[in-house]
């Protein structure tokens, strides 16, 4: 294509170079312009030749010698700088002797009659021309990628993707962390290499595999796993390339996608982000007429009619599986449904094994701990954190990564870019200092909360003017209530630490206080963990499985009296972790103060000074402690 158009630009510079010369050897090389009276003159005097008349203008031949004393200084120069021969043009006046006069002069003279009709054409057809022309180009421009102009009559072929074995260039060895997820996948394998093994039984191979999971855990790495293990041609294509505006375009793009399957067979389809093609009908507010109910509706059918044995398996991945229709899922169509979840500790490791093979680490690096700081990242987030720490290592001219560069890149993506042109004045850093202090030193009094790991006033991302960071000792996947009441402790420790410490507070706990009040009304709410509102939950909105979006809000199914009684117990656990945590930090004040006063002076406090702070801090009270609870000696052993 690019090769068209530089041969294009060639021809239109040749046709420019062919029309300036043209121009330059059938036309007179140089045309002066006369008044009638130099006119006039010039014929008495015998100098022009070859008169033509047309439309009030004379247009003719001038002869340059003899003209002193007719034409004017200037002219005359530059008639002679252009030399040779030279034309005239003079606009007639109203002069009936003009005639006699060429007779007497024995000048050659005549008159042509200009066609009008050319003229219009040309103000006809030329506008078309120009407009066809940028059609031409603006469709040329449009099917660039799929073939030129005559994409437009191929507008409802498919435009899947297709790989063969080789050219997938993924194994099963290339996917960690998903162990179970693998398994599942690995029988479709054996379906696809030995179909005679199933067949004998009476089995038939399933027509379509759903694989759900959130974004970033391996489910499009997964399907061309299969394929690379099968051996089979790979066609993938996304739910929205089936999307069009021409009504019927879905559909038959469909149709054209199970042909080429069906040629191509054995071999794997897959579709990725199905839920922009299978949506549940009905739900749209124009009725169960749009394109993409058409669309589907061709789906459902070609599955319905499809040929298992020929070896052709469909692979479908979604973040979104709660949106899709129900046709769509049940047995026959998708008879499998595989959910990834967001891989556990060991499965962090694994992954991040995978991603730096290629990667030179520096001896120090313990992708142990990795994992361990790293709960709820999935996989293309591991994979961001080792590329992420390898550009760092490069920018400094390291001939290694080491654990410094995994640091600040976690750093990076967890609490955001640090913001080092941010100043904040003296009293704006110990208002951040103490609030970030409280967090540490609550957080370190709770059993059940997470550990820190670090705390910092660096002002990072968009509005964080400090973080404390947390990691959990082991993958959690309940929450009790004691929990619970520990991270309201903690969110709302950095507040009452402003509170104590200043009498005054600041804009700073703003998230801490949304955090807190979605947590306490959730207890509230969902998890039936008030007294006063019993077992009952109070909101039945539903939620993603795998997003993290907003819910659309739904009409409200309990009484005025029921929210009031919401919004107290929501008070109430907010004003009792409020209380709790004032009286730890009354208990620790000296703790509060020297973690505050390291702040300001470190900027970044991490686990071993915070452990060194803590032990010295705590042991005068732990003595304390300690001879109060000795029981008294009454002599016996």
Not at 5 to 27: K, N, P, R
Not at 552 to 568: K, M, N, Q, V
Request: aromatic residues 6%.
């Amino acid at each position: 294509m690019d090769k068209k158009q530089t041969f294009s630009l060639w021809y239109v510079l040749a046709a420019l170079v062919g029309l300036i010369l043209m121009q330059e050897f059938f036309t007179p090389r140089h045309t002066q312009t006369l008044t009638y009276s130099e006119f006039k003159q010039a014929l008495v005097a015998g100098k022009l030749d070859d008169v033509v008349i047309a439309d009030g203008i004379a247009t003719g031949k001038l002869r340059a010698e003899g003209l002193d004393q007719i034409l004017p200084k200037d002219k005359l120069e530059a008639l002679k700088r252009a030399g040779g021969e030279h034309g005239f043009a003079t606009v007639l006046v109203n002069d009936p002797g003009l005639v006699a006069q060429l007779d007497a002069a024995k000048v050659r003279y005549g008159s042509v009659r200009e066609s009008k009709w050319l003229g219009a054409l040309i103000s006809w057809v030329a506008p078309a021309l120009v407009f066809f022309g940028i059609w031409w180009f603006l469709m040329k421009r449009m099917g660039s990628g799929m073939g030129g102009v005559s994409h437009m009559l191929e507008i409802g072929k498919s435009k899947a993707k297709v790989y063969m074995q080789t050219e997938t260039g993924v194994t099963f060895k290339d996917v960690a962390g998903i162990d179970e997820a693998r398994e599942e996948l690995m029988e479709v394998v054996e379906f696809l290499k030995n179909p005679d093994r199933y067949k004998r039984l009476g089995g038939k191979i399933p027509k379509g595999v759903l694989i759900v999971g959130a974004p970033g855990t391996g489910k499009t790495l997964l399907a061309k796993a299969v394929a690379g293990e099968a051996g089979v041609p790979f066609l993938s294509l996304s739910g929205s390339e089936f999307v069009e505006m021409f009504v019927g375009v879905g559909a038959a793009r469909v149709r054209d996608l199970f042909e080429q399957a069906t040629a191509k067979a054995p071999c794997i389809v897959f579709i990725d982000e199905i839920d922009a093609l299978g949506k549940a009908r009905g739900v749209g507010l124009s009725g169960g007429h749009e394109e993409h109910e058409q669309t589907l509706n061709q789906l459902l059918a070609e599955m319905d009619g499809f040929d298992t044995n020929r070896g052709v398996i469909i692979l479908a991945a979604t973040n979104r599986p709660e949106v899709l229709d129900p046709a769509l899922l049940r047995p026959g169509r998708f008879d499998r449904h595989i959910a990834i979840d967001r891989p556990d500790l060991i499965g962090r490791r694994q992954i991040l094994e995978v991603h730096v093979k290629n990667v030179k680490l520096a001896p120090a690096v313990d992708l142990a701990l990795l994992a361990a700081r790293t709960p709820g990242f999935a996989g293309a987030d591991l994979a961001n954190l080792v590329n992420e720490a390898t550009l760092r290592a490069a920018k400094r001219g390291k001939d290694a990564v080491d654990m410094q560069d995994f640091e600040e890149a976690l750093d990076r993506i967890v609490a955001g870019l640090e913001k080092k042109n941010r100043v904040m004045n003296a009293t704006e850093r110990r208002f951040v200092a103490y609030h970030e202090a409280g967090h540490a030193l609550v957080a370190e009094h709770r059993k059940n909360s997470d550990r820190v790991t670090k705390v910092s006033i660096i002002p990072r991302g968009i509005a964080a003017l400090g973080y404390t960071q947390q990691s959990p000792t082991e993958d959690r996947y309940l929450m009790r209530r004691s929990e619970l009441l520990d991270r309201l402790d903690v969110l709302l420790a950095g507040r009452v630490a402003e509170q104590l410490v200043f009498e005054d507070v600041s804009t700073g706990a703003e998230n801490d206080l949304q955090r807190a009040t979605d947590m306490a009304r959730h207890m509230v709410t969902h998890y039936g963990m008030s007294e006063a509102l019993g077992l009952a939950t109070y909101d039945a909105r539903p939620a993603p499985l795998f997003l993290n979006g907003p819910t659309l809000p739904e009409p409200r199914t309990f009484s005025e009296r029921t929210a009031e009684a919401i919004d107290g117990e929501v008070r109430r656990l907010l004003d009792e972790a409020r209380d709790r945590v004032t009286q730890t930090l009354r208990a620790n004040r000296a703790a509060l103060e020297a973690l505050a006063a390291l702040l300001l002076e470190k900027e970044v406090v991490d686990r071993t000074m915070l452990d060194g702070l803590m032990a010295s801090t705590a042991a005068p009270a732990q003595l304390r402690v300690a001879a109060v609870a000795l029981p008294p000696t009454d002599g016996a052993s």
